[in-house]
């Protein structure tokens, strides 16, 4: 009897995608697939509990590895929030590119929506948690509620950017794909550009100072 295969997540991964791309279709059964690939059943369910979970995994797979490849630039680390999204996209894109065939044939039966599609849940999930992490400001309100509902409000118009960027992406036929990081730089830059709340800060500042001063308003 043939020694069966150690196998581990990555592994199942790699199988899984290995696989779709020559099938151009799931697996018919766990059983088959791991009969295929020399391991036991079992050691599937240790990692994974069906093929739709492999496929959530992927796409978290790559964003874990474009944060990996990020915080081992000391270069990265430096950065401000808008020089920090933009490495994160430019690096995540270059992910998605070595696996392209993949993710255009996973995604390409849903690329008219996106938004709401399962197998990239655990993409948003992470992907909200790295947005809060780079502290983009947002107004100074002592509310926690208002607070609350900015940062929600910051998570999601940056998700429905991610999306758009990856919808731009699938549909990019340009050599290396330049247009795609013209529309990264462009797109990451304008939508810093909508947050800068510098001058609205500077309006309310000085609206407070009035109502401290109680310096009548022109008419």
Do not use: C
């Amino acid at each position: 009897m043939a020694k069966k295969n150690k196998i581990s997540e990555q592994k199942i991964i790699s199988y899984y995608m290995d696989y779709v791309l020559e099938h151009g279709t799931q697996p018919n059964s766990v059983y088959a697939f791991t009969k295929k690939n020399n391991f036991e059943e079992s050691k599937f369910y240790e990692h994974f509990g069906s093929f739709e979970a492999i496929e959530k995994q992927v796409f978290k797979a790559f964003f874990d590895n474009t944060v990996m490849v990020l915080d081992q630039s000391e270069e990265y680390q430096l950065f401000d929030a808008r020089n920090k999204l933009l490495s994160f996209y430019f690096t995540f894109f270059e992910n998605l590119t070595a696996n392209r065939s993949y993710v255009l044939f996973v995604l390409n039966q849903h690329k008219n929506k996106l938004k709401g599609l399962a197998l990239l849940s655990e993409l948003k999930q992470s992907f909200a948690h790295y947005i809060n992490e780079l502290e983009i400001e947002t107004l100074d309100i002592k509310e926690e509620r208002i607070n609350k509902l900015q940062r929600r409000a910051l998570q999601e118009s940056a998700w429905v950017q991610l999306l758009v960027t990856l919808k731009f992406w699938m549909d990019d036929s340009s050599p290396s794909f330049e247009k795609t990081d013209i529309f990264i730089e462009k797109s990451v830059n304008t939508s810093f550009d909508v947050l800068n709340i510098t001058p609205l800060k500077s309006v309310i500042d000085l609206g407070k100072f009035l109502f401290k001063e109680k310096i009548p308003m022109p008419k």
